[in-house]
Nanobody
Framework: DVQLVESGGGSVQAGGSLRLSCTSS?????VGWFRQAPGQEREGVAG???????YYADSVKGRINISQENDMRTIFMQMDNLKPEDTGHYYC???????????????WGQGTQVTV
């Protein structure tokens, strides 16, 4: 199995920035970030395929950038101009790219909390 560990969450004022990291125990082919707020369903925020294809939810376009290093063993999500509605528990997921979001994610981390 793929082990995923997230870091970088915290509390920030509206308009601030955070950079989340996700470290994988092995090479990955697609990585995604999802979030879940209390009482809300989990939603996909961003995704990155090994070939460079990306996905961003409409609610975060222009404010979030997903990137990788080390052969997609480490994934970053830079979040700028954070809004209170960005508050939630953020999870990293790994799997395979697909034709349609939310792709095919099979492994999940424990998550990191973001509070705006």
């Amino acid at each position: 199995d793929v082990q995923l560990v997230e870091s970088g969450g915290g509390s920030v004022q509206a308009g601030g920035s955070l950079r989340l990291s996700c470290t994988s125990s092995t090479v990955t082919y697609a990585v995604g970030w999802f979030r879940q707020a209390p009482g809300q369903e989990r939603e996909g925020v961003a995704g990155l395929c090994r070939g460079g294809r990306t996905y961003y939810a409409d609610s975060v376009k222009g404010r979030i950038n997903i990137s990788q290093e080390n052969d997609m063993r480490t994934i970053f999500m830079q979040m700028d101009n954070l809004k209170p509605e960005d508050t939630g528990h953020y999870y990293c997921a790994a799997g395979f790219c697909g034709d349609k979001w939310p792709w095919d994610f099979r492994f999940w981390g424990q998550g990191t909390q973001v509070t705006v």
